[in-house]
């Protein structure tokens, strides 16, 4: 990233900062968002959603897939479910329209009702050639939300023109969690054929933990995304000490459900853990070999732009997935509203699963990191995804950039308490 650069010991995060707007070669609809997560796997929406038991497990990882970006299978499970989680995305079909039926205008509606009941479908979106003419929804408990999901598929699908993330075989890709230490685990997962692994702990930059990953890299031949990591330090030594590191995992104590800053006074936020990341890369020259994901705190489609703009190849998210329909989270109703329960991997709640425990140290730390909550109830996570593309090309449209990679040539500039009042609405009474 030119322009900006961190002072020694201040860190900042992403209200401190705006992208500033440069001259832009394209419309924002012609943004190329096509990135990599992990040396190897390319995504064309640079989004991965979080290993946490109320985000992802197999529904949200292959709806991921399907619409262009990923999912991490999270590790408060068996090796038996996790792999079983693993086997079931790779295992289905990669287009969306497994999902929701498409159509043509002229074809009978007993021959359409009887294909979607073959699917399993509730929906049918219509198509005259790449035209969105319509939906049509099977009545039933659940034709609400189908008609949101076929609706959000439809516009995805004219809008972004969702590329598959898929193997060789043009299987669906998805990633898994595991503990640095656990050799079992990694080599099970990889067997059922897991595109790429993700170590989960809070702290990596630590003698043991980086140890183990060593070892564990040694021993599984898939791409290993290791993290978290806050320092410039810290990916030095991840990349002196773990050979051909597949990607990094940055950010510490910025997540939505995080009390570790609150608990411990120890965080390193994830725009300044980007920016701390891309420099190490930078002084090995290795900027264009490792991506870096952004992880925690990222709220929007400008947050993840401003982590992009200071070095990021993708962000991860956890709360911005949650409240969707794929999500393993409980779905409950309070006052008439629904939502869904999103809780930290270090919350008493996940604490109390077992395997949740070593990612915050295990029997070394008894301390909870994270809480449980509740998110609002948004339908499908592919209406989030729309969004989510649409946003990021028209921010990177503001910073001038029409790929990822440009991304990191464009600016961000430090904004004042005064301005960050300014530009959100003001003085109007919101209706
Ligand atoms: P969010 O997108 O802001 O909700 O942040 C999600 C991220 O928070 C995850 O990807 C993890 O890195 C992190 N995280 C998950 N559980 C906990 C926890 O219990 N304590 C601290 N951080 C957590």
């Given at each position: 990233?030119?322009?900006?650069?961190?002072?020694?010991?201040?860190?900042?995060?992403?209200?401190?900062?705006?992208?500033?707007?440069?001259?832009?070669?394209?419309?924002p609809?012609?943004?190329?968002?096509?990135?990599r997560?992990?040396?190897?796997?390319w995504?064309?929406?640079?989004l991965?959603?979080?290993?946490?038991?109320?985000?992802?497990?197999?529904?949200?990882?292959?709806?991921?897939?399907?619409?262009?970006?990923?999912?991490?299978?999270?590790?408060?499970?068996?090796?038996?479910?996790?792999?079983?989680?693993?086997?079931?995305?790779?295992?289905?079909?990669?287009?969306?329209?497994?999902?929701?039926?498409?159509?043509?205008?002229?074809?009978p509606v007993?021959?359409?009702?009887?294909?979607m009941?073959?699917?399993?479908?509730?929906?049918?979106?219509?198509?005259?050639?790449?035209?969105?003419?319509?939906?049509?929804?099977?009545?039933?408990?659940?034709?609400?939300?189908?008609?949101?999901?076929?609706?959000a598929?439809?516009?995805?699908?004219?809008?972004?023109k969702?590329?598959?993330?898929?193997?060789?075989?043009?299987?669906?890709?998805?990633?898994?969690?595991?503990?640095?230490?656990?050799?079992?685990?990694?080599?099970?997962?990889?067997?059922?054929?897991?595109d790429?692994?993700?170590?989960?702990?809070?702290?990596?930059?630590?003698?043991?933990?980086?140890?183990?990953l060593?070892?564990?890299?040694?021993?599984?031949?898939?791409?290993?995304?290791?993290?978290?990591?806050?320092?410039?330090?810290?990916?030095?030594?991840?990349?002196s000490?773990?050979?051909?590191?597949?990607?990094?995992?940055?950010?510490?104590?910025?997540?939505?459900?995080?009390?570790?800053?609150?608990?411990?006074?120890?965080?390193?936020?994830?725009?300044?853990?980007?920016?701390?990341?891309?420099e190490?890369?930078?002084?090995?020259?290795?900027?264009n070999?490792?991506?870096?994901?952004?992880?925690?705190?990222?709220?929007?489609?400008?947050?993840?732009?401003?982590a992009i703009?200071?070095?990021?190849?993708?962000?991860?998210?956890?709360?911005m997935?949650?409240?969707?329909?794929?999500?393993?989270?409980?779905?409950?109703?309070?006052?008439?509203?629904?939502?869904?329960?999103?809780?930290?991997?270090?919350?008493?709640?996940?604490?109390?699963k077992?395997?949740?425990?070593?990612?915050?140290?295990?029997?070394?730390?008894?301390?909870?990191?994270?809480?449980?909550?509740?998110?609002?109830?948004?339908g499908?996570?592919?209406?989030?995804?729309?969004?989510?593309?649409?946003?990021?090309q028209?921010?990177?449209?503001?910073?001038?950039?029409?790929?990822?990679?440009e991304?990191?040539?464009?600016?961000?500039?430090?904004?004042?308490?005064?301005?960050?009042?300014e530009?959100?609405?003001?003085?109007?009474?919101?209706?």
């Amino acid at each position: 990233m030119a322009g900006f650069s961190s002072v020694k010991g201040e860190v900042i995060t992403f209200d401190d900062v705006v992208i500033v707007p440069g001259k832009s070669p394209v419309e924002p609809k012609d943004v190329e968002l096509s990135s990599r997560v992990t040396k190897s796997i390319w995504v064309s929406i640079p989004l991965v959603s979080s290993p946490m038991d109320t985000v992802t497990e197999w529904r949200m990882a292959l709806i991921l897939a399907r619409l262009g970006a990923v999912g991490v299978i999270h590790r408060n499970m068996s090796i038996e479910e996790q792999v079983g989680q693993v086997e079931r995305v790779k295992s289905s079909p990669p287009s969306p329209w497994f999902e929701v039926a498409k159509s043509t205008p002229g074809e009978p509606v007993s021959q359409l009702l009887f294909r979607m009941a073959e699917a399993g479908v509730g929906a049918a979106v219509i198509f005259e050639g790449s035209a969105y003419r319509g939906v049509y929804v099977a009545a039933g408990p659940r034709s609400e939300f189908w008609l949101r999901k076929a609706e959000a598929v439809a516009a995805l699908t004219t809008a972004i023109k969702p590329i598959p993330t898929i193997d060789e075989e043009g299987r669906p890709r998805v990633g898994a969690a595991v503990s640095p230490f656990d050799v079992e685990r990694a080599k099970a997962l990889e067997k059922a054929g897991v595109d790429f692994l993700v170590t989960d702990v809070a702290h990596l930059h630590n003698v043991n933990a980086l140890r183990a990953l060593r070892e564990l890299s040694k021993q599984v031949s898939v791409d290993i995304v290791a993290g978290n990591l806050g320092t410039k330090e810290a990916v030095l030594d991840v990349v002196s000490v773990v050979e051909d590191v597949g990607g990094l995992r940055v950010g510490i104590a910025s997540g939505s459900i995080c009390t570790t800053g609150e608990v411990t006074g120890a965080s390193m936020p994830t725009l300044t853990a980007v920016i701390n990341a891309y420099e190490a890369l930078k002084e090995l020259g290795a900027e264009n070999r490792i991506p870096i994901i952004a992880d925690g705190g990222v709220r929007n489609a400008g947050d993840a732009a401003k982590a992009i703009i200071a070095g990021a190849s993708s962000v991860m998210v956890g709360r911005m997935l949650a409240g969707t329909e794929e999500s393993p989270g409980q779905l409950v109703s309070v006052g008439g509203r629904l939502y869904k329960q999103y809780r930290g991997m270090a919350s008493r709640g996940a604490i109390e699963k077992r395997h949740a425990g070593d990612r915050y140290g295990g029997r070394s730390k008894l301390i909870e990191e994270g809480v449980e909550g509740l998110v609002p109830y948004r339908g499908s996570a592919a209406e989030v995804l729309l969004e989510f593309a649409a946003g990021l090309q028209a921010a990177l449209g503001y910073a001038g950039a029409s790929t990822i990679k440009e991304a990191w040539s464009a600016r961000l500039a430090r904004i004042t308490a005064a301005g960050l009042r300014e530009i959100k609405p003001h003085d109007v009474v919101l209706g």
